[in-house]
């Protein structure tokens, strides 16, 4: 009774553990976008929080093509940037694909509240660019 409690305790650390890791397919998406040259569909999550509050956030992306193909192999350089007062962040957000088209981007440091967007170069099977607007609280 006791290990299956210090079981059941254990479990509910690591779920808690990885939550901040990034949002689960299957969450609702903060936003479905479509890519500047409009050959990919790519849902938006956001975590810890969704919307993303100022701080640190984790974005995944669920990219697919047209016909809902999800799309590995692809390479992701991303700038988080803030339009209405033209600057960046100083940290370099990290990418890791973690397969089925899903890309988490760590690191992502939205130090102030506003209006942001991630603007995303996409390279390897195809090239193209996605802008994605985050509004930060
Ligand atoms: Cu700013």
Redesign the pocket.
Known sequence: MIALLALSMLLGLQLGKWSHLGAQRGSPALATLTSSAGDLQVEVRTAPGQPPSVGLSTVTLNITDAAGTPQNGLSLAVVPW?P??G?GTSVTPVVAATGKGTYRIYNVSL??A?Q?ELRVDVRGTTTDQLVIPLLVS
């Open positions: 803030m209405a007062m600057h130090f102030m506003g942001w």
